[in-house]
Protein backbone atom coordinates (compact mmCIF):
# COMPACT_ATOMS: atom_id res chain seq x y z
CA UNK A 1 0.00 0.00 0.00
CA UNK A 2 1.55 3.57 -1.32
CA UNK A 3 2.23 5.85 1.52
CA UNK A 4 1.36 9.43 1.85
CA UNK A 5 2.94 11.45 -1.33
CA UNK A 6 4.29 14.91 -1.19
CA UNK A 7 5.65 16.57 -3.76
CA UNK A 8 7.45 18.89 -4.28
CA UNK A 9 9.89 17.15 -1.94
CA UNK A 10 12.30 21.19 -1.89
CA UNK A 11 11.47 24.03 -3.41
CA UNK A 12 12.98 27.67 -2.63
CA UNK A 13 11.21 30.82 -3.60
CA UNK A 14 11.63 34.57 -3.45
CA UNK A 15 9.55 36.80 -1.44
CA UNK A 16 6.10 37.73 -2.88
CA UNK A 17 5.94 34.55 -4.61
CA UNK A 18 3.58 32.08 -4.15
CA UNK A 19 3.85 28.24 -3.84
CA UNK A 20 1.51 25.00 -4.34
CA UNK A 21 2.13 22.02 -2.52
CA UNK A 22 0.32 18.38 -2.88
CA UNK A 23 -0.47 16.08 -0.95
CA UNK A 24 -1.60 12.19 -2.16
CA UNK A 25 -3.07 10.42 0.79
CA UNK A 26 -2.88 6.92 0.99
CA UNK A 27 -5.67 4.93 -0.80
CA UNK A 28 -8.89 4.75 0.80
CA UNK A 29 -8.60 7.87 3.48
CA UNK A 30 -10.55 10.26 2.86
CA UNK A 31 -9.00 13.18 5.89
CA UNK A 32 -6.20 15.16 5.04
CA UNK A 33 -4.40 17.34 7.42
CA UNK A 34 -1.25 19.78 6.63
CA UNK A 35 1.15 20.88 9.57
CA UNK A 36 3.87 23.09 9.46
CA UNK A 37 6.93 22.24 10.96
CA UNK A 38 10.06 25.04 12.12
CA UNK A 39 12.84 24.36 14.80
CA UNK A 40 11.64 25.02 17.93
CA UNK A 41 8.06 25.50 17.04
CA UNK A 42 6.99 21.95 16.64
CA UNK A 43 3.92 21.09 14.28
CA UNK A 44 1.39 23.45 13.63
CA UNK A 45 -1.62 23.08 12.75
CA UNK A 46 -2.83 24.64 9.40
CA UNK A 47 -5.87 23.11 8.06
CA UNK A 48 -7.83 19.83 7.70
CA UNK A 49 -9.70 18.15 5.28
CA UNK A 50 -12.47 15.71 4.63
CA UNK A 51 -14.47 14.92 1.50
CA UNK A 52 -13.29 18.61 -0.22
CA UNK A 53 -14.47 20.24 3.01
CA UNK A 54 -12.39 22.07 4.74
CA UNK A 55 -13.33 21.14 8.76
CA UNK A 56 -10.70 23.30 10.50
CA UNK A 57 -8.41 26.17 10.19
CA UNK A 58 -5.30 26.62 12.21
CA UNK A 59 -4.08 30.05 13.59
CA UNK A 60 -2.39 31.18 10.62
CA UNK A 61 -2.82 34.38 8.01
CA UNK A 62 -5.23 34.28 4.77
CA UNK A 63 -1.98 33.96 2.74
CA UNK A 64 -2.00 29.88 3.41
CA UNK A 65 -5.14 28.12 1.92
CA UNK A 66 -6.18 24.72 0.43
CA UNK A 67 -7.71 22.45 -1.20
CA UNK A 68 -9.22 18.61 -1.84
CA UNK A 69 -10.79 17.25 -4.75
CA UNK A 70 -12.85 14.02 -4.81
CA UNK A 71 -9.72 12.01 -5.15
CA UNK A 72 -9.18 13.18 -1.79
CA UNK A 73 -5.65 14.60 -2.89
CA UNK A 74 -5.28 17.99 -1.29
CA UNK A 75 -3.13 21.14 -2.36
CA UNK A 76 -2.28 24.13 -0.23
CA UNK A 77 -1.11 27.34 -1.71
CA UNK A 78 0.80 29.93 0.42
CA UNK A 79 0.57 33.25 -1.29
CA UNK A 80 3.13 36.45 -1.48
CA UNK A 81 5.56 34.62 0.65
CA UNK A 82 7.38 36.22 3.37
CA UNK A 83 10.78 34.59 5.19
CA UNK A 84 9.20 33.47 7.80
CA UNK A 85 6.76 31.16 5.78
CA UNK A 86 10.43 28.97 5.05
CA UNK A 87 9.43 25.73 6.62
CA UNK A 88 8.73 21.69 6.09
CA UNK A 89 5.07 21.54 5.73
CA UNK A 90 3.27 18.21 6.27
CA UNK A 91 0.53 16.43 5.11
CA UNK A 92 -1.14 14.02 6.91
CA UNK A 93 -4.00 11.35 6.34
CA UNK A 94 -6.47 9.64 8.22
CA UNK A 95 -8.93 7.17 7.73
CA UNK A 96 -11.63 9.08 9.18
CA UNK A 97 -12.28 12.54 10.24
CA UNK A 98 -10.58 13.90 13.45
CA UNK A 99 -13.35 14.19 15.59
CA UNK A 100 -14.00 10.46 15.37
CA UNK A 101 -10.33 8.95 15.53
CA UNK A 102 -11.51 5.86 14.48
CA UNK A 103 -7.63 4.59 14.33
CA UNK A 104 -6.50 7.49 15.98
CA UNK A 105 -3.65 7.84 13.85
CA UNK A 106 -2.23 9.82 11.46
CA UNK A 107 0.39 8.83 8.50
CA UNK A 108 2.40 11.48 7.51
CA UNK A 109 4.11 12.25 4.37
CA UNK A 110 7.81 13.34 4.14
CA UNK A 111 7.09 17.00 3.67
CA UNK A 112 7.72 19.59 1.01
CA UNK A 113 10.72 21.72 2.56
CA UNK A 114 10.16 25.70 1.43
CA UNK A 115 12.73 27.86 1.40
CA UNK A 116 11.85 31.25 1.20
CA UNK A 117 15.21 34.04 -0.08
CA UNK B 1 -6.61 27.05 25.53
CA UNK B 2 -4.96 24.80 22.73
CA UNK B 3 -1.43 24.73 24.08
CA UNK B 4 0.82 21.60 24.43
CA UNK B 5 3.49 22.29 26.09
CA UNK B 6 6.59 19.31 26.04
CA UNK B 7 9.31 19.25 27.98
CA UNK B 8 12.37 18.76 28.19
CA UNK B 9 13.45 20.32 24.14
CA UNK B 10 16.53 17.80 24.77
CA UNK B 11 17.30 14.95 26.15
CA UNK B 12 21.04 13.11 26.01
CA UNK B 13 20.76 9.43 28.55
CA UNK B 14 23.14 6.59 27.98
CA UNK B 15 22.38 3.49 26.27
CA UNK B 16 20.51 1.62 28.59
CA UNK B 17 18.95 3.90 30.83
CA UNK B 18 15.43 5.32 30.40
CA UNK B 19 13.93 8.80 29.09
CA UNK B 20 11.02 10.34 30.33
CA UNK B 21 9.30 13.17 28.24
CA UNK B 22 6.52 15.28 29.78
CA UNK B 23 3.87 17.22 28.25
CA UNK B 24 0.45 19.56 29.55
CA UNK B 25 -2.03 20.26 28.15
CA UNK B 26 -4.44 23.29 28.45
CA UNK B 27 -7.91 22.25 27.44
CA UNK B 28 -9.67 20.13 30.37
CA UNK B 29 -12.14 18.45 27.24
CA UNK B 30 -8.92 16.79 25.59
CA UNK B 31 -9.26 13.11 25.60
CA UNK B 32 -7.24 11.54 23.04
CA UNK B 33 -2.75 11.52 23.23
CA UNK B 34 -0.45 10.37 20.88
CA UNK B 35 3.09 10.26 20.51
CA UNK B 36 5.05 10.72 17.38
CA UNK B 37 8.72 9.78 16.62
CA UNK B 38 10.30 11.72 13.69
CA UNK B 39 13.82 10.16 13.05
CA UNK B 40 16.49 12.62 11.21
CA UNK B 41 15.12 13.38 7.72
CA UNK B 42 12.06 11.29 7.97
CA UNK B 43 8.51 11.50 8.78
CA UNK B 44 6.80 11.44 12.31
CA UNK B 45 5.22 8.32 12.91
CA UNK B 46 2.63 6.84 15.86
CA UNK B 47 4.54 5.05 18.62
CA UNK B 48 2.13 5.17 20.97
CA UNK B 49 -1.21 6.87 22.28
CA UNK B 50 -3.27 6.64 24.95
CA UNK B 51 -7.15 8.00 25.62
CA UNK B 52 -8.63 9.67 28.34
CA UNK B 53 -10.76 6.48 29.92
CA UNK B 54 -7.29 4.92 30.79
CA UNK B 55 -4.39 5.99 33.24
CA UNK B 56 -1.58 3.73 31.73
CA UNK B 57 -0.82 2.31 28.17
CA UNK B 58 2.64 -0.11 27.83
CA UNK B 59 4.00 -1.37 24.66
CA UNK B 60 7.22 -3.06 24.72
CA UNK B 61 10.00 -0.78 25.84
CA UNK B 62 7.65 2.17 25.68
CA UNK B 63 4.95 3.30 28.10
CA UNK B 64 2.59 6.52 28.57
CA UNK B 65 1.40 7.66 31.73
CA UNK B 66 -1.86 10.34 32.16
CA UNK B 67 -3.00 12.13 34.70
CA UNK B 68 -6.22 13.60 34.26
CA UNK B 69 -6.20 15.71 37.47
CA UNK B 70 -3.04 17.54 36.39
CA UNK B 71 -3.32 17.36 32.77
CA UNK B 72 -0.39 16.20 32.03
CA UNK B 73 0.89 13.15 30.04
CA UNK B 74 4.77 12.16 30.03
CA UNK B 75 6.03 9.19 27.41
CA UNK B 76 9.17 6.22 29.15
CA UNK B 77 11.31 4.82 27.30
CA UNK B 78 13.17 2.13 29.29
CA UNK B 79 16.60 0.16 28.46
CA UNK B 80 16.93 2.46 25.36
CA UNK B 81 19.22 1.85 22.58
CA UNK B 82 20.71 4.02 20.00
CA UNK B 83 17.72 3.65 17.44
CA UNK B 84 15.51 5.33 20.01
CA UNK B 85 17.64 8.95 18.79
CA UNK B 86 14.88 10.85 17.21
CA UNK B 87 12.52 13.96 17.96
CA UNK B 88 9.53 12.84 20.07
CA UNK B 89 6.27 14.86 19.74
CA UNK B 90 3.46 14.31 22.35
CA UNK B 91 -0.19 15.90 20.90
CA UNK B 92 -3.73 16.04 22.05
CA UNK B 93 -7.08 16.11 20.74
CA UNK B 94 -8.84 19.24 21.34
CA UNK B 95 -12.38 18.24 21.58
CA UNK B 96 -13.77 21.44 21.31
CA UNK B 97 -11.84 22.70 18.40
CA UNK B 98 -11.27 19.05 17.10
CA UNK B 99 -8.04 19.81 16.10
CA UNK B 100 -4.93 17.89 16.86
CA UNK B 101 -2.16 20.05 18.74
CA UNK B 102 1.55 19.08 18.57
CA UNK B 103 4.15 19.97 21.54
CA UNK B 104 7.34 21.63 20.31
CA UNK B 105 9.30 18.23 20.19
CA UNK B 106 11.64 16.99 22.04
CA UNK B 107 15.05 15.85 20.62
CA UNK B 108 16.62 12.64 22.06
CA UNK B 109 20.40 11.71 21.65
CA UNK B 110 20.96 7.90 23.22
CA UNK B 111 24.68 7.97 23.73
CA UNK B 112 26.28 4.27 23.24
Known amino acids: KAGVTQTPRYLIKTRGQQVTLSCSPI?????VSWYQQTPGQGLQFLFE???????NKGNFPGRFSGRQFSNSRSEMNVSTLELGDSALYLC????????????????FGEGSRLTVL | GENVEQHPSTLSVQEGDSAVIKCTYS??????FPWYKQELGKRPQLIID?????GEKKDQRIAVTLNKTAKHFSLHITETQPEDSAVYFCAAFIQGAQKLVFGQGTRLTINP
Open chain 2, 27 to 32: DSASNY
Open chain 1, 92 to 107: ASSLGVLVAYSTGELF
Open chain 1, 49 to 55: YFSETQR
Open chain 1, 27 to 31: SGHRS
Open chain 2, 50 to 54: IRSNV
